[in-house]
């Protein structure tokens, strides 16, 4: 930055984005200077290297707040805990309830567990009737089912993850549709018959004259 820049020609790209070409470094700071400016290197491995005229602590300052957008996008989840029993009451169950939602909602994953005692392990479907409980209502609020409900020994664990931490949901892809059933061929009308030579007219009857009457006797 400034006078530590070493190299004897530098390409400069002052504060609006112009391009001022290639500088020698004095004079490329001394631009800087005028504007109240810094000299900042940017691109060191650049043949030449490429320099910035910026403000230097508002760059600071930007810099600063990008890193820290990025790591608020990139946080990590933590994976929170949550126990019950098969039997729960239903005050207790909202408890729990409300404290996986919160979870969800500051972005964290969470292990729900349903531990079963003595003989109500004989009945695992009240430990998942439970569970579906907690996933219909976490799904109100965009979680979705990461790790479904399975047995662990004597107990009943599922994992719920916020829509957020486990990335856009792609749409399955639709199956292909069945082709279309061909349709069936249009009879066409039975074409006429070619046509016949009309038959020859019978030749015309020649009707003789009648014979001349016979002279009467004198």
């Given at each position: 930055?400034?006078?530590?820049?070493?190299?004897?020609?530098?390409r400069?790209?002052?504060?609006?984005?112009?391009q001022?070409?290639?500088?020698?470094?004095?004079?490329?700071?001394?631009?800087?200077?005028?504007?109240?400016?810094?000299?900042?290197?940017?691109?060191p491995?650049?043949?030449p290297?490429?320099c910035?005229?910026?403000?230097y602590?508002?760059?600071?300052?930007?810099?600063?707040?990008?890193?820290?957008?990025?790591?608020?996008?990139?946080?990590?989840?933590?994976?929170?805990?949550?126990?019950?029993?098969?039997h729960?009451?239903?005050?207790?169950f909202?408890?729990?309830?409300?404290?996986?939602?919160?979870?969800?909602q500051?972005?964290d994953?969470v292990?729900v567990?349903?531990a079963f005692?003595?003989r109500?392990i004989?009945?695992?479907?009240?430990?998942?009737m439970?569970?579906?409980?907690?996933?219909?209502?976490?799904?109100?609020?965009?979680?979705?089912?990461?790790?479904?409900?399975?047995?662990e020994?004597?107990?009943?664990?599922?994992i719920?993850?916020p829509?957020?931490?486990?990335?856009?949901?792609?749409?399955a892809?639709?199956?292909p549709?069945?082709?279309?059933?061909?349709?069936?061929?249009?009879?066409s009308?039975?074409?006429?018959?070619?046509?016949?030579?009309a038959?020859?007219?019978p030749?015309?009857t020649t009707?003789?004259?009648a014979p001349?009457?016979a002279?009467?006797?004198?």
């Amino acid at each position: 930055m400034n006078e530590r820049i070493r190299h004897p020609e530098i390409r400069v790209v002052d504060e609006t984005g112009a391009q001022l070409g290639i500088l020698p470094t004095r004079e490329a700071l001394a631009r800087a200077r005028e504007r109240g400016l810094d000299l900042i290197e940017v691109a060191p491995q650049a043949q030449p290297p490429v320099c910035r005229i910026i403000d230097y602590g508002k760059y600071k300052y930007e810099q600063s707040k990008r890193e820290r957008e990025a790591a608020k996008k990139h946080k990590q989840s933590d994976l929170k805990g949550i126990k019950m029993f098969p039997h729960i009451d239903q005050h207790d169950f909202d408890v729990k309830l409300r404290s996986a939602i919160k979870f969800l909602q500051d972005g964290d994953k969470v292990k729900v567990t349903v531990a079963f005692k003595g003989r109500e392990i004989t009945h695992p479907e009240f430990g998942r009737m439970q569970l579906e409980k907690i996933i219909a209502a976490a799904g109100e609020i965009g979680g979705q089912v990461e790790k479904p409900p399975a047995m662990e020994g004597r107990q009943m664990t599922m994992i719920l993850s916020p829509r957020s931490a486990a990335g856009i949901k792609t749409a399955a892809p639709k199956p292909p549709s069945a082709p279309k059933p061909a349709a069936p061929p249009v009879a066409s009308a039975p074409s006429a018959p070619p046509a016949t030579a009309a038959a020859p007219a019978p030749p015309a009857t020649t009707v003789a004259p009648a014979p001349p009457p016979a002279p009467e006797a004198s």
